[in-house]
């Protein structure tokens, strides 16, 4: 089945300092792939998402990249703000038996330093 | 407040009893999620409901676990028999059919087995 690789488990940066979040899936059929924060003590909630016939999606200053050929897909978050700080998942879902399940990832807590 | 909502938000147990969870989902929501999130790790995939049909179960789910959505609205997601292991978040999540559409998730049972 499908299994959804997330790097790094932490990353710290400096307030607006970039930061990218890397994962790599391994079923090549997955053909969407959404990103959730998570705060502390609080429910996952969207906050970009691509599908398999995008290679790029920008949201003001959050942008996701995908490459299929590689079976990678990359966070991209620009001029990060304390209110950044969270707990970043992503994941990938398999076409298997139509259920769009989502596979995470084990997640990067991301800290951005004032 | 028309999100997902779950009950109860907390619920602590002794070893061997029986714990049951309700979820309602977001209301033209067809299709329904059970997810369960350990410590430092992103949400595992549980079961998937299509309106009422439970339609894929994840080998994770033993058989002391048991779902239902009885008229394709709320669902409830009940563990027998509670091990120790069974500590965890329970999160519940809907979203649209058709295609590959947000999951919108509910805020958790956190739930501890003594």
């Known amino acids: 089945g499908e299994n959804v690789e997330q790097h790094p488990s932490t990353l710290s940066v400096q307030e607006g300092d970039s930061a990218v979040i890397k994962c790599t899936y391994s079923d090549s059929a997955s053909n969407y792939f959404p990103w959730y924060k998570q705060e502390l003590g609080k429910r996952p909630q969207l906050i970009i998402d691509?599908?398999?016939?995008?290679g790029e999606k920008k949201d003001q200053r959050i942008a996701v990249t995908l490459n299929k050929t590689a079976k990678h897909f990359s966070l991209h978050i620009t001029e990060t703000q304390p209110e950044d700080s969270a707990v970043y998942f992503c994941a990938a879902s398999p076409p298997v038996d139509s259920s769009y399940k989502l596979i995470f990832g084990s997640g990067t807590r991301l800290l951005v330093r004032p | 407040d028309t999100g997902v909502s779950q009950n109860p938000r907390h619920k602590i147990t002794k070893r061997g009893q029986n714990v049951t969870f309700r979820c309602d989902p977001i209301s033209e929501h067809n299709r329904l999620y059970w997810y369960r999130q350990t410590l430092g790790q992103g949400p595992e995939f549980l079961t998937y409901f299509q309106n009422e049909a439970q339609l894929e179960k994840s080998r994770l789910l033993s058989d002391r676990f048991s779902a239902e959505r009885p008229k394709g609205s709320f669902s409830t997601l009940e563990i027998q028999r509670t091990e120790q292991g069974d500590s965890a978040m329970y999160l519940c999540a809907s979203s649209l059919g058709r295609g590959y559409n947000e999951q919108f998730f509910g805020p958790g049972t956190r739930l501890t087995v003594l």
């Open positions: 691509i599908r398999s016939n995008v």
